[in-house]
């Protein structure tokens, strides 16, 4: 197969603060392979402030990866992506490798990727949520009513970021009692903090909490002490940590698991353990998020997926 690795960058319409700093731009590698006269492409998106890997290791591990992919036949998939596994030992990487293939199956075959997976039909019904950029309450609650008009019914904050219960109530009042009202602390907290500031902001009315704090034991803790549905995020990308039934539910990004075959295979665990599943991007650029949807189909029904971030950049 041919091998090209270009990059990409997007640039935020405004800062997106986090517990793990401020965003202002994306980069992302896309990779693309062809295959006689079928061309794919996958992508890599790692966010070092978020999982600690930059784009150069990321990239490296591609190229280490390329002789592999230029000796390989589209046949050779699943050993392609075990091999690949060994050669890069990056999920970043490997998600790139999985999703191209998977990109380049579906255009062989004409079987649109949702389909390959498992979907009952390519234009499967994929519930989003909305990611609320905005730290002031006015901001936050437009970007709300402008998500709920395009037809969301589920919006997001970051909290641990200042004015977390004024942001959140401003939101609520703008969008009413029908729609779901998630937050996100990217770990921001220690257990004791977890557990005062759910029960200070879950009179608003929330669907859950995401990654309240870091690691298994400290998500097991918050969660026996609050009513308020806790989700695994960050944590998700230790070994084993889906399958643990720590949390409530788990978030899971092509990223983290090393694409679309790792995803699944995460997912299945989190079920079989009795946690809910459901998609979310770490601000993926357009291959990414079609990948994400795709998978997203397959593994219907889940709440409310959070891939609905293409529109927080200027040129997506």
């Known amino acids: 197969m041919r091998v090209e690795l270009t990059e990409r960058r997007f640039r935020f319409r405004a800062p997106l603060r986090t517990a793990y700093g401020e965003l202002h731009e994306r980069t992302v590698l896309e990779l693309h392979l062809t295959e006689g006269d079928v061309a794919a492409i996958g ?19 591609l190229e280490r990866c390329r002789p592999l992919l230029e000796d390989a036949t589209p046949q050779d998939r699943t050993e392609l992506v075990d091999a690949c596994w060994l050669e890069a030992g990056l999920p970043q990487a490997v998600a790139a490798v999985d999703l191209a293939l ?17 979907a009952a039909q390519e234009a499967a019904e994929v519930p ?11 901001g936050a609650a437009a970007e709300a009513a402008a ?6 019914r589920c919006v997001k904050l970051k909290v641990g970021v200042g004015d977390d219960a004024g942001r959140l109530a401003a939101v609520r009042a703008t969008v009413g009692q029908d729609v779901a009202l998630r937050i996100d602390a990217n770990g921001a907290w220690s257990v004791r903090e977890a557990v005062a500031s759910v029960a200070a902001l879950a009179p608003v009315g ?13 998500l097991r803790e918050v969660r026996e002490q609050v009513d308020v549905p806790v989700v695994m995020d960050e944590t998700a990308a230790l070994p084993g940590a889906p399958g ?43 291959v990414g998020i079609a990948a994400g949807r795709a998978t997203a189909a397959a593994l219907q029904p ?6 609905a971030t293409l529109t927080l950049f200027r040129d997506p």
């Open 206 to 218: 929330l669907e859950l909490v995401e990654e309240p704090v870091h690691g298994l034991d400290a």
């Open 128 to 138: 989003l949520s909305a990611t609320i950029a905005a730290i002031d309450r006015a």
């Open 43 to 61: 992508e890599a998106a790692p966010l070092e402030p978020y999982d600690g890997i930059s784009l150069e290791a990321v990239r490296a591990a």
């Open 244 to 286: 643990s039934g720590a949390a409530d539910g788990v978030c899971l990004k092509l990223s983290a698991c090393g694409g679309i075959t790792g995803l699944l295979a995460a997912a299945e665990a989190a079920r079989a353990a009795g946690s809910f599943v459901y998609v979310g991007s770490t601000y993926d650029g357009p």
């Open 302 to 307: 889940t709440p409310p997926c959070g891939l």
């Open 102 to 118: 998977w990109d380049l199956e579906a255009r062989r075959t004409s079987v649109p990727t949702a389909v390959l997976l498992g």
């Open 147 to 152: 998500a709920v008009e395009a037809g969301l």
